[in-house]
């Protein structure tokens, strides 16, 4: 009796020590530690939106609220309900971590990888209550302008790399802030010699006094007026023609696009239901109001997805969206037949909306944080020959460029012997169509299926 009772105690005693697992050592970064009397416990990644990473240790019966509310304390964080955690499963389909659902049933790789992100972008950033959520913001703009995720014009690019500058180094130092120096920073997907001149000339013109709140500030000023700012686009295609289109979700609805052109805007008030079965999505709706008061005709739009996880995907985006920007209040079971959710599913948003954060804004003691510099790259040991010389007013070009490369210092230029470079031109930037589209934003209430024109997609008559 005694030797089964050892061997049992031995079983299981090496078995909390297989679930024992300690955490993998961060070379940088924050480590929160699961409770002490834990010891089954899942080790989860979250990056940053500055870069910089944090190791949560979350108890494996714990759900996804765990690790979010973690991160927002670690932040210090208020505004909140803008942000979520992004991670990719073994499709490589991007979902957003539900608060409401433990972690290990959601996660299909070990140990997981989260991004923190912005989940809603608020068609007015500027305004935001906090400057630590309008530096959050500012972070991830950046990122959606580099990755062309964000498409933006070269002027544009321009203008908001020189407030990205302001932010991180302060005012224009001639001595330190030159060319070379310029070309360890990345703003744009495609970016060249003659767009670096050209940030630098913007840099160089701000007020050398704007601190870094007004500077991030100013930006969000500017990309807000950015054609596909806070457009959530999803691939899909057509039932019958097998075409490709993509779906954009926005404060206003969803918009529909075929390549870069734009071929209908959905309204919210319009759609009157949002249904997905497997890979396919549904949309029900109407051309709104008719001006001869005839019933509305009524259209199904049906599109394809790769696969029916990245179907749920999308339609758990358009509910989530539809409930952040148009509704009041959360969506409850009592509710749910009153609106497009879907009856079958049990997902339900948990997070305040909208007008919900704007009524509960409160005014807190301004918190210092810590503004991290982005990531630097190797920079230029030399300039193009298309690259002549820089044009200013008064002194020559060699006298300019002397003023911007200092012989020594950390901005000094790479030492190239029997290779003198010339004096610098500045190159003006490529002006492309600046005009801005208001589909994209939450300025208008009503309006017809498909301004420019409809798309050719599986249409019947209900």
């Not at 002490?36 to 989860?44: G, H, L």
């Not at 979010?68 to 991670?87: C, H, N, P, S, T």
């Not at 404060?251 to 209908?264: A, H, I, T, Y």
């Amino acid at each position: 009796m005694l030797r089964f009772l050892r061997r049992t105690f031995r079983r299981k005693d090496d078995k909390r020590k297989r679930n024992f697992r300690k955490p993998p050592a961060l070379p940088t970064g924050q480590h929160i530690p699961a409770p002490a009397k834990c010891r089954d416990f899942i080790s989860c990644h979250v990056i940053l939106l500055d870069g910089s990473e944090i190791l949560v240790d979350v108890p494996r019966k714990e759900k996804g609220e765990y690790l979010f509310r973690k991160i927002v304390i670690a932040l210090d964080l208020i505004e909140e309900d803008y942000f979520g955690l992004q991670f990719m499963d073994k499709h490589q389909v991007a979902h957003w971590l539900d608060k409401t659902k433990k972690i290990k049933k959601q996660i299909t790789i070990t140990p997981p990888t989260f991004h923190f992100r912005v989940k809603f972008y608020t068609s007015e950033p500027a305004i935001l209550n906090e400057e630590l959520t309008r530096y959050q913001f500012f972070l991830q703009l950046k990122q959606d302008i580099l990755s062309d995720k964000l498409p933006c014009s070269q002027e544009k690019a321009v203008t908001l790399a020189s407030l990205a500058l302001q932010s991180e180094l302060g005012g224009f130092d001639p001595d330190v802030h030159n060319l070379f120096f310029l070309s360890e920073f990345r703003f744009i997907p495609k970016q060249d010699e003659a767009f670096e001149v050209a940030v630098l000339e913007a840099y160089k013109n701000l007020d050398k006094n704007m601190t870094p709140a007004d500077a991030e500030k100013r930006y969000l000023e500017e990309a807000m007026f950015l054609e596909h700012y806070g457009v959530d686009m999803h691939s899909v295609k057509s039932k019958t023609d097998g075409n490709e289109y993509r779906l954009g979700l926005t404060p206003s609805g969803v918009l529909v696009l075929e390549g870069d052109q734009k071929m209908g805007l959905f309204f919210w008030p319009n759609i009157l239901k949002l249904d997905f079965k497997e890979r396919k999505l549904v949309l029900e709706v109407t051309d709104g109001d008719t001006e001869d008061n005839t019933e509305p005709t009524k259209h199904k739009f049906v599109f394809l997805l790769d696969n029916s996880k990245a179907c749920k995907h999308l339609w758990k985006c358009a509910v989530e969206h539809h409930t952040f920007f148009r509704l009041n209040n959360p969506v409850n079971a009592a509710d749910q037949k009153k609106t497009f959710i879907r009856v079958g599913s049990r997902f339900r948003p948990s997070f305040r909306t909208e007008v919900q954060l704007r009524r509960g804004a409160s005014e807190r003691r301004s918190v210092p944080f810590e503004r991290k510099p982005s990531r630097r790259y190797s920079r230029r040991s030399s300039f193009s020959h298309s690259v002549r010389r820089v044009q200013v007013s008064g002194g020559g070009p060699d006298d300019h460029f002397r003023r911007f490369i200092p012989a020594e210092g950390p901005a000094a230029a790479p030492s190239r012997p029997n290779n003198p470079i010339g004096g610098l031109r500045m190159a003006r930037p490529t002006r492309d169509d600046s005009s801005r589209s208001n589909e994209g934003r939450g300025d208008k209430e009503g309006g017809k299926v498909g301004e420019a024109r409809r798309p050719v997609l599986f249409i019947e008559k209900l």
